[in-house]
């Protein structure tokens, strides 16, 4: 076993399981849901750096090694640190947000991984935005679905993350976070269709939830 | 190894874990719908058994095994009530108050404990909201922050104050003696209330906030608690029996205050109404509801009369 393997598995045990427990204490509905082995696609709303840490302390640890996070390269491969942790640690499959606009296959990467059967984890709003508040999808998902239709798309809700580590913090304050798992969106034949569905099947999930914060605008 | 508890409390103990049984058959047909007593039930073994452990251990731990409990339920309040996106750092001053406090608890410092909370907390959390600048639902964000750290840490950290409270005001079974008792008296209170509800109940209390509280359940809690609080009182406290039976009575009406209280809250909340409780949001709140009012007026009642 190589050494990021092993590191990956110390941090599982050693950070992400006590802050998933102690700091936040995540609860899940619909855990049955998600996906048992791979390939298969996770597509979350996110508010918060955590959202990856929760999403990743949800799947078993069996799954450890295929379970592959997409996240924008730009960002987490900006400083050779992020890059090293980003990379080895929390087996991330980096994307070139904005590529597609120069004539390269943005989803290349992903189709490789869902090829070797990994479970992608992917925030479709491509951004964390502002907190608890859910932005549009982009499309990259629905043109992955239609490239492998028998792959399941599994929706999940996410909340309080966005309250426990907003973006531009860096201090967590402990908040539970929900997680809701929904069922497989089925494929649409349709990809701005499929998006739009998508979509609506998360904020299904996250309907059920009451609110986060005080100032939410409607 | 030498266990270093009185008889006293290694008996009362034993008496509080036969009656855990009592309760955990009669919760035990509904532990399948898990059933609000049967929760209840399930948490009481946990304080019950962690106790029994720490408590023979040195007193700092089980004064931070309440510490934890006040950072579970803080942490379930701050995630039930909506806040403003302003007050991120407000909330983690509040949660640094809890190491605070029951680090004021373990070294005994009386003073600190009593105030900490209610006037320096009080004080520097609308300071630290005003440094944030954000003026829109000031008031609100003051006063829920403040409420629910008066409620899960200053009202809890009371239970684990009697553990610092000096051996010689209770010569029979010592802080552990108090503690247990105050457990005891607020368990019974809670099995009571419900089983003579259940056997008894008519006539509702506060329909609006709790349905199923009646005044028949009530009242028969308060009789079954102001009993026990009597009979038990020689074995673990320095009380007369009259003193015994009035702090019984006291503690039966709190428990009961407590309960209707957070369930007030919930209902604020919509938690009710939206039919079933959201797993992990009945917790840690819901359980020691009543201990957050019958620990604050246990211990300023003994304190009083006795240290």
Known sequence: ?218 | MIIDIADNVAIALAAIMTLLFVATAIAWPQRKKKHELWLRTRTWWVIILLLAVSIVLPSWVPIALFGLISFLAFKEFVTLIPTRRADHRVLLWAYLSIPLQYYWVSIGWYGMFIIFIPVYIFLALPLRMVLAGETQGFIKAAGTVHWGLMIAVFSLSHAAFLLALPASGNPVAGGDGLLLYLLLLTEINDVGQYCSGKLLGKHKVVPKVSPNKTVEGLVGGVIITTLVAMLAAPYLTPLSWYEAGAIGFVLALAGFAGDVTISAVKRDLKLKDSGSLLPGHGGVLDRVDSLTFTAPLFFHIVYFLYY
């Not at chain 1, 049955?32 to 929760?54: R, Y």
């Not at chain 1, 996070?69 to 980003?86: G, H, I, K, Q, T």
């Not at chain 1, 070139?96 to 606009?101: D, F, L, S, T």
């Not at chain 1, 809700?157 to 497989?184: H, S, W």
């Open chain 1, 1 to 218: 076993m190589t050494m990021s393997r092993w590191l990956r598995r110390l941090f599982a045990l050693c950070v992400l399981r006590p802050v998933a427990i102690m700091m936040l204490g995540i609860t899940v509905r619909g855990r049955e849901n998600l996906p048992t082995s791979g390939p298969a696609i996770i597509v979350a709303n996110h508010n918060s750096h955590l959202d990856t840490l929760v999403l990743l302390s949800l799947m078993p640890y069996r799954h450890i090694d295929i379970v592959r996070p997409v996240a924008a390269a730009d960002y987490f491969l900006s400083n050779r640190y992020l890059a090293w942790f980003s990379l080895q640690i929390l087996n991330i499959l980096p994307l070139e947000r904005g590529n597609a606009a120069r004539g390269e296959d943005p989803l290349q990467e992903s189709a490789a991984a869902l090829d070797r059967g990994e479970i992608l984890i992917v925030f479709p709003e491509g951004s964390r935005g502002a907190a608890e508040i859910m932005g549009k999808f982009k499309g990259g998902v629905a043109r992955l679905k239609e490239r492998y239709p028998s792959v399941p798309v599994i929706p999940v809700f996410l909340q309080g993350a966005g309250k426990a580590l907003p973006r531009g913090e860096i201090v967590l304050v402990p908040v539970v976070v929900d997680a809701v798992v929904g069922t497989e969106v089925p494929w649409t034949g349709n990809r701005a269709q499929y998006t739009a569905e998508m979509e609506s099947a998360v904020r299904a999930l996250g309907a059920s939830l009451p609110k986060v914060f005080d100032d939410e605008e409607d």
